[in-house]
């Protein structure tokens, strides 16, 4: 006798087992829920929090203190802050990483340096040392490199080889000094994430592409970059979030249109401590909870051709069109012919 | 017939260690060599020093007469820039053992990245000429998969696709079969019989002896960084003269 095959075989009844009980996750809950509700009911019957003063009227005829002009100006001030030392410090970062994984050593010493220097100082020293920098020098411009040295050389007195140039005060004063200053350090840690990012590519992805002829630059921007930027962006939206804490650092530059100073200016005028503080936070909150959103489609963008979700969905997707059928997930469950 | 690709007393190696050390061989245009041998025995170097992924130590490459990574100018050699050892490459068709697909494209994308970004050629031909090799392998209907969706076999097929796109005038294969599932073998192999069929030169290391003796016009047995014996597949595979051939013969047959 032969064994029966699939077919004739009656499919035995789907299992319908009672599923196990987990009573520790319940009480964890119960306690949870109990610690929830004191802390609300904290929040919300201490009349010090002032929830009025935030949210509708900080003073006679005035918004709330969240929704004032100056403090609206400083979150301003705070998101252009973020974006611009980002920017900087993402293009920065790159080069940096680029040149750290060259094969010439002074390019890649040089790279080693700047991130030495620029990790090891903090970034609140870094953004009071921008600030000042108009004592060293008066004047910032671009040019011909040494014109004052090479004008000397050949007679001539005060030879001037500067294309443009700038008072350093106007330059390195309050916003750009502390975009300058926080985008440099900024760059010292990209750097190092972009470098694991490439890292973490196969060789042979840019054997394969150096075979078909690629250039070195095609083979990083078309080839490794991409596939290098799903390792890149979780810890780069990291540095993000940190960035937009770290902009309250440059108060000390001094940097006036910035978030928590113009909070802190409202506190110093009205008093008002603790409200002022917990404004900020829901700033912080909102702003990072923005990001964190647009993070997550980031990532969804680079992790094209990758991810269990992703895959699973694209094999199904694959079997069904191997299948012949357009089937839809809903009618999967159904016993088909 | 022309010499496509030509190989005089090639040397190469990784710090004190000689992989190899002078190895010839001659394929004439339209030519199938198999290059087979024990791990170790320096085919793979041997090929990726064909299209300069590897530089050599001594001795010359010439792929249709022209010398590969160098120039030769008053009797001295210079380097070639990269841009110009680029061009050389686009060529030289490659196909890697574990295939090496770029996961973030599409299969098509795949295959029209390379001509149309390195040779920029009009997208809409390229289009059509990357679709039709991707019939020419059996994908068509997998043209808009990403490659993690693929079984081995299929990833190889198209990036043996990838490779033919560029219009090479030779193709090297670096053990193509040797990361597939058995039951996936056959149908690279089918692929690539066909190329020899229709007269592409190539020049493929391998363990599939039986391809070897169905496809190959020669047949190169390397042990050691040197060729040991080189001549028809029925000489070497059937009759093999060294005692190294025959041993390894014994254990892969």
Redesign the interface.
Known sequence: MTQPTQTERARPEAIKAVPVRHPGRWVAIAVLAVLGAMFLHLIFTNSGFRWSFIFLEYAEGKRGVMFTEPVLEGLRGTILLTLFSMVIGIVLGIIIAIMRLSPNKVLSSVAWAYTWFFRAVPRLVLAIIFGNLNILWTRIGFGLPFDKQIGALFGIDNFDGQIFSIRSTDLLAGFVAGMIALGLSEAAYMAEIVRAGIQSI?E??S??????????S?VLR??VL??AMRVIVPPTGNEVIAMVKDTSLVAYVPVTTELFFQLQQVQARTFVVLPCLVAALIWYLIICSVLMVVQHFVERH?G???GAAG?AR??LR?IQ?EQGGRVTPTDTGEGTP | MTEMVRAENVHKSFGSLEVLKGVDLTVPEGGVSCVLGPSGSGKSTFLRCINHLEKLNAGRILVDGDLVGYRERGGKLHEMSERDVAKQRQSIGMVFQRFNLFPHMTVLDNVMEAPSRVKRENKGEVRERARALLDRVGLAEKMSNYPGQLSGGQQQRVAIARALAMRPKVMLFDEPTSALDPELVGEVLEVMKGLARDGMTMIVVTHEIGFAREVADEVVFMDGGVVVEKGSPSEIIANPQQERTKAFLSKVL
Do not use: C, I
Not at chain 1, 207 to 216: D, Q, T, Y
């Open positions: 196969d042979g992805q054997e394969a592409a150096v075979a078909l002829g690629m250039s070195r095609q078309r080839v991409p596939q680079f094209k051709g990758y895959k694209q094999r694959a069109v």
